[in-house]
């Protein structure tokens, strides 16, 4: 099981950016796929953006392409999630997870996910 710990969240204003991390624990990180998840009050979980094991395969939501980037460095354990021009709609808590399986399917629902970290709110106020 791998670990996972969100950092990097906060109050911005519209238009601002923000950079969130996720760090893992486990010799196993490098081979999972993983995904950025968000949850707004009284919402349903959403997947934002995905990253292939090797960092070479990423997609992301319609709501989100163009704005962000996720990447990530497996020598450190760290998927990232770059945000630029954020908007109040982006107000979530944010959530890193992995696949459950290590394969080569692409992580868009969170019921595919294994491991979740514990969040980190982002608030954009207009």
């Known amino acids: 099981q791998v670990q996972l710990v969100e950092s990097g969240g906060g109050l911005v204003q519209a238009g601002g950016s923000l950079r969130l991390s996720c760090a893992a624990s486990?010799?196993?990180?490098?081979?999972?796929?993983m995904g950025w998840f968000r949850q707004a009050p009284g919402k349903e979980r959403e997947f934002v953006a995905g990253?292939?094991?090797?960092?070479?395969?990423?997609y992301y939501s319609d709501s989100v392409k163009g704005r962000f980037t996720i990447s990530r460095d497996n020598a450190k354990n760290t998927v990232y999630l770059q945000m630029n021009s954020l908007k109040p709609e982006d107000t979530a808590v944010y959530y890193c997870?992995?696949?459950?399986?290590?394969?080569?399917?692409?992580?868009?629902?969170?019921?595919?996910?294994?491991?979740w970290g514990q969040g980190t709110q982002v608030t954009v106020s207009s």
């Open positions: 486990g010799r196993t990180f490098s081979s999972y796929t």
């Open positions: 997870a992995t696949r459950r399986f290590r394969d080569s399917l692409n992580l868009l629902n969170p019921a595919d996910a294994g491991s």
């Open positions: 990253i292939s094991y090797g960092g070479g395969t990423t």
